[in-house]
Structures are given as C-alpha cells and as structure tokens.
C-alpha cells in the first residue's frame, strides 16, 4: 500500500497524534488495517488516466464519423460531438450521476441525493471502487454517459437539425442512459441483480446506442438522394485516425472497467488488444473474398466492431476467446452492414446500429459463451464452460434493453419532431449542415 | 491565337508535361476537374455499397498558343495521353480573342510566349 494511503488512514484513524511517540508508532499501522476503505494511488492514477483514455474517444469518434460524411457536413459532426461532451458533462454533474449510480429506488433508477454531485468527493464509495476517491469512479463514468449519445450521432448525421439534435441527446441521456446505466450497474438495479455480465458496458453503452441509433434512421427517414446519390467518404485518412483514437482509448474503457491497476486490467486490456485486431483482420478478409480487395474503411470499421464486441467480455474471458469474439464481431457486423442494411433499406448513414447496435449484441451474448471463472472468479462460467444459465441471462439483458432504448428512443424523437422537427428543410440538407446550422466551413477553396 | 483545352487521365499528366517540354511548350494551367464519359472508371467500394461513379477524376489542361504550335501542342498531348482504352480523354481548340501580360502590358504574340 502506498504512502499518501497510508498516511490518509492513520488521518481518518485519528493515530497521527499517536504515532509521533515513536512507542506507540506499530499500533498506529495496525489501526491503519482497519476496513475503513483506503484510497490505493496506483488505482486511482490508473482510473483517472483511463478516464482521460475515455473522454479522448469522443473527439476520435468525431474524426471517425468526421471523416465519413460529405465535406460539407464534417463540422456539424464534430459540433455535435463536442456538444455532447459539454452538455452530458453538466447534465451527469447536476443530476446524471445521482439518477444513474445514486441511493436504488426500486431497482428501476437513483435518487436524486447525490444531484449537484452533493457528497462525491474524495473519500471513495465502498460499493462501486473501495481504492478509488468517489469523484475518480464518478468523472471515469462520466465519460461513458458522454460517448453513448455520441454513438447515435452516427445514424442522423447529415440531416438532424442542431438544436433538435441538442434537446434529442439531453432527454435521451436522461430518460434513457441513466435508467439502464442504473439497472446494469447500479447497486440495487435489477439487471445487475439479476447476475448479467457487463464488464465495460456493452449492454449499457453499445446495445443502447446503437438500438437508439436504428430507432433515429426509421424516425428521420433516408437523407435525399439515399442510396444512388451520396458521395463517397470525404475523408478516409480522418476517419482512420479516429479510429486510432478509439482504438487508444478503447483501452481506458475496457481495461479501466477494472476500477484499479491489477491483473484485471491487464487481462481486460489484452483482450480489448486481441478481438480489435482480429476483427479488423477478419473484416478485411471478408471485403477481399466479397468486394476482391481488402478496404481501409472495412478494416477500421472491423477494429471498432471488434472493440465494441469485447467490451462486455473483456475482464471475463481468456485470449482465445477474445479472438473467437472478435472474428465473430466482423461476421455478424459485415453481414448487417453489407446485406441486411440495403435490403432493409433504412439510411444508418455510419452504421451506428450495424457496428454498435450488432457488434454489441454478440458481444453481450457471447460473454455467455465464453465468460470463465478461472479468468474471473467474480464473473460467471459461460455455456462452453458448463453453464447455459449466463447465457440466459445474458439474453434477458439484451432483450430488455433493447426493447426499452428502441421504445423510449422512438417517443423521444417522435416528441422533438412534433414540438420542434428533427430535419434540416431540404434546402439547407442540400447545402449542407456546416454552413446552414453553424455558418462555417470545414476546408476553404481559396486560401 | 488558339487556346488549347485538354481533359486527360490523372495518369497520364507527368507524360502530357513531359511531351509538352520536348516541344518547348512550357506554359501550361492544370486542374483537377470530375467529369463523366462513356467510359468507367474503377469502381469505388465503401463497406460494400460500391459507388457507381457517375463522375469521374480528371485533369484538365488549358495551353494557349500562337498557330504554329497549335500542332505541336495536340501531338504531344495525344502522344502523353494516348493509352487506346476509353476514356483516354478530349481535345477542344479554341479562337482566343486576346491576350495581355500583366507585368508588362504586351499583348497578342508576344504576350503567350
């Protein structure tokens, strides 16, 4: 244990005083061993350094979706990225937190007693991270209630009206993230009691937005000219480097799940590592058996389906099973996104349901394949390990939120559209969101 | 005075500029235009939904010249640009009206070389 630990129990003992008689120094330490939860500095270097990990890929994820749009619609993707940094960073601080991880009511959501972040502070809360101050488990979180609305922006970008956008995210967040951020790993929420396996927020973060993401390309309909008339990508060197970036930090998501810097983590981290390069792997495989030759956009999207996959699974599950994941992810996501989505016919114009919405499903599903005790004596064995249960359990807690985030999604948009309309009018669509909702551009012509 | 316009493969500019300084035409203007022929180009594919293509890169050479080069100038441009498949690309010959030099005034000849 580290000193300024030390030195912070024998504070909250009162055996300072003691200890400066040097007879008495021994019975400070052994006071200092009392369960009064203890503040580890690795552990909180490790998550508030993850945290940074986490916010980073919110502005990758706006290079990634950045780059995939027409150039007269970058900027409205990055607007709409950093705005949800803001407006979900004041939200989570004023009443987010409290709703989400605050005293159960019910097992449906938290009260509101923790609002304004009242009591969050540096002394850690034993429930969530015994070795962490409570404000490090809070602003890791925060990140994460961040980029979930971020995820959806993938699926009515090119179209959505700014301020509507901001009102859509706000409510969402509310009505829609904290409740089932609550249930899954809230203490007293009933999915989490239900002995589901979330291990960085697959079913929370990915399954929510991307189910909230199909709900938005069915609610605003297909951009004009869909699918005949849409540019190419206008910028894939951009999008690759998001995707580096989410790829980074990818790893304080997944790895920094373990709440501390311990064997957890590490095991979490190499699997993140493993299932993102196998499905960026298997993704470019199938774009050269399919398409003949092997795509940058397929390998990057193959990565981030990879990483989505194993976000529910990494502190569960073992190398191999993190590369049967990953290889999984490219498949199931590759077919939704190259078959179904044109047969279907909806314009998810990034495939925030094809990557997020389908990579997490069988991320959270195949956590109940392959999750093992031996990897994680505080998880579950999945079916290949003897137990069919998980798996059950595991499919109840796809199912439930994905009927809740595709039902409450739908209210939603279709209550912003009555009172204030969702799409930009058909000219400013044309001309595009930078100049219409922002009066910018992204790239000049003349220098 | 005629003001030779080129659309020619992105390919095949550095042979075009090549050709064109072996016959001592040294002013040229180039830009990156999109266009559309009869010919297809290679087939663009973004996660599978590959892009038709209605518009395709090009380069565009625009060479004014006194009559006499008139011929030089398309020879070369043919000979850089020539591959024999489609979409090799046009030549349009233009009447220029005038000419002037901005440094110094000069117009017509003397104002092109």
């Given at each position: 244990m580290s000193r300024a630990g030390g030195l912070l129990s024998k504070v909250l003992s009162g055996s300072v005083l003691l200890a400066l008689i040097p007879g008495l120094a021994r019975a400070g330490e052994a006071v200092a061993a009392s369960p009064i939860p203890k503040i580890d500095t690795g552990d909180t270097a490790w998550v508030l350094m993850s945290a940074a990990l986490v916010l980073l890929m919110t502005p990758g994820l706006a290079f990634f979706y950045g780059g995939l749009v027409r150039r007269k619609n970058v900027l409205s993707l990055l607007m709409q990225c950093f705005m949800i940094a803001c407006l979900i960073t004041l939200q989570w601080v004023l009443f987010g937190y409290s709703l989400a991880f605050g005293p159960d009511w019910k097992g449906i959501i938290g009260d509101l007693s923790w609002a304004g972040l009242r009591g969050v502070g540096g002394a850690p809360n034993g429930d969530y991270a015994a070795t962490i101050p409570h404000s490090t488990f809070m602003i890791f979180q925060a990140m994460f209630a961040i980029i979930t609305p971020g995820l959806i922006i993938g699926a009515f970008a090119e179209r959505?009206?700014?301020?509507?956008?901001?009102?859509?995210?706000?409510?969402?967040?509310?009505l829609v993230y904290d409740p089932i951020c609550h249930w899954v790993w809230g203490v007293g929420g009933f999915l989490r009691g239900a002995g589901a396996l979330d291990f960085a927020g697959g079913t929370v973060v990915h399954i929510n937005a991307g189910v909230a993401a199909l709900a938005s390309a069915l609610v605003l309909g297909k951009r004009l000219g869909y699918p005949q008339r849409i540019s190419p990508p206008h910028s894939l060197p951009l999008a690759v480097l998001g995707a580096g970036l989410l790829w980074f930090g990818w790893f304080g998501f997944n790895a920094g799940?373990?709440?501390?810097?311990?064997?957890?983590?590490?095991?979490?981290?190499?699997?993140?590592?493993?299932?993102?390069?196998?499905?960026?792997?298997?993704?470019?495989?199938?774009?050269?058996?399919?398409?003949?030759?092997?795509?940058?956009?397929?390998?990057i999207t193959g990565a981030v389906a990879g990483?989505?996959?194993?976000?529910?699974?990494?502190?569960?599950?073992?190398?191999?099973?993190?590369?049967?994941?990953?290889?999984?992810?490219?498949?199931?996501?590759?077919?939704?996104?190259?078959?179904?989505?044109?047969?279907?016919?909806?314009?998810?114009?990034?495939?925030?349901?094809?990557?997020?919405?389908?990579?997490?499903?069988?991320?959270?599903?195949?956590?109940?394949?392959?999750?093992?005790?031996?990897?994680?004596?505080?998880?579950?064995?999945?079916?290949?390990?003897?137990?069919?249960?998980?798996?059950?359990?595991?499919?109840?807690?796809?199912?439930?939120?994905?009927?809740?985030?595709?039902?409450?999604?739908y209210i939603l948009l279709k209550v912003v559209d009555f009172t204030m309309g969702l799409r930009v009018s058909q000219q400013d669509e044309q001309i595009g969101l930078d100049l219409t909702q922002h009066r910018e551009s992204g790239y000049t012509v003349l220098q | 005075m005629k003001l030779v316009i080129a659309v020619i493969q992105p390919d095949r500019l550095d042979e075009v500029l090549d050709r064109?300084?072996?016959?001592?035409?040294?002013?040229?203007?180039?830009?990156?235009?999109?266009?559309?022929?009869?010919?297809?180009?290679?087939?663009?594919?973004?996660?599978?939904?590959?892009?038709?293509?209605?518009?395709?890169?090009?380069?565009?050479?625009e060479i004014a010249v006194n009559e006499e080069f008139v011929r030089p100038t398309v020879d070369a441009i043919t000979a850089g640009a020539r591959t024999g498949q489609v979409g090799d690309g046009k030549i349009f010959i233009l009447e220029m009206a005038e000419c002037i030099r901005i440094r110094t005034g000069e117009t017509g000849r003397m104002a092109i070389g």
């Open positions: 959505m009206k700014f301020s509507s956008f901001a009102v859509f995210s706000l409510l969402w967040a509310t799940s373990a709440l501390g810097a311990n064997g957890l983590a590490s095991g979490a981290f190499v699997a993140t590592h493993i299932a993102a390069a196998a499905a960026g792997f298997g993704w470019a495989g199938l774009d050269w058996f399919f398409a003949k030759r092997p795509t940058m956009l397929g390998m990483l989505v996959a194993i976000t529910p699974a990494a502190g569960f599950v073992t190398p191999m099973g993190a590369i049967w994941i990953g290889l999984g992810a490219s498949v199931f996501c590759y077919l939704m996104v190259s078959l179904a989505k044109a047969k279907l016919g909806y314009d998810d114009t990034l495939d925030a349901f094809g990557v997020h919405g389908i990579g997490g499903i069988w991320g959270a599903l195949a956590t109940g394949l392959f999750a093992s005790k031996a990897i994680n004596p505080a998880g579950a064995d999945g079916l290949f390990f003897g137990n069919p249960g998980l798996f059950l359990v595991q499919l109840k807690a796809v199912t439930v939120t994905v009927v809740y985030s595709f039902v409450v999604s | 064109l300084l072996e016959k001592e035409i040294h002013l040229v203007t180039v830009t990156d235009v999109l266009g559309r022929g009869r010919q297809k180009g290679i087939a663009e594919v973004y996660r599978s939904h590959t892009e038709a293509g209605s518009l395709l890169k090009k380069v565009r050479l």
